[in-house]
C-alpha cells in the first residue's frame, strides 16, 4: 500500500509509541474503523425501525402476499415522505452489500 510520508511517519510514531509494528498498527486502525462503521449502520437500522412503528399511527395493520409481494395496509403519518423512505432502505441494502 502507497501511503504518502507524512501519514506514513505519523503511523510510525503512533506505532512506536505503542510497541507494535506500522503493519499491526495499520490493521488495527481498519478493523477499528470497520466495527465503527457496522455500529453505526446498527443504530440507523434500529432507528429506521423504530420511525416506522411510530408512522403507522397505532392503527392495526393488515399484513398480506399479493403476487409474491409483502403488502402492508396502513394508515401513515401525515409528514411520512415515502422518497425519503425509499432512499434510506436503498443506502441500508447498499451498506448490507459493501459489509
Do not use: H
Not at 505503542?18 to 466495527?35: M, N, R
Amino acid at each position: 500500500m502507497n501511503v504518502p510520508p507524512q501519514l506514513q511517519q505519523k503511523i510510525e510514531k503512533w506505532a512506536n509509541s505503542q510497541g507494535i509494528s506500522t503493519e499491526e498498527f495499520i490493521l488495527q486502525a481498519i478493523t477499528e474503523k470497520i466495527e465503527l462503521l457496522s455500529q453505526e449502520v446498527t443504530e440507523e437500522n434500529t432507528q429506521q425501525n423504530s420511525q416506522l412503528n411510530n408512522l403507522l399511527n397505532n392503527q392495526p395493520a393488515n399484513l398480506y402476499r399479493q403476487d409474491g409481494i409483502l403488502v402492508v395496509e396502513a394508515e401513515l403519518a401525515e409528514n411520512f415522505d415515502i422518497n425519503n423512505f425509499i432512499s434510506q432502505l436503498r443506502e441500508e441494502r447498499i451498506q448490507a452489500q459493501i459489509l
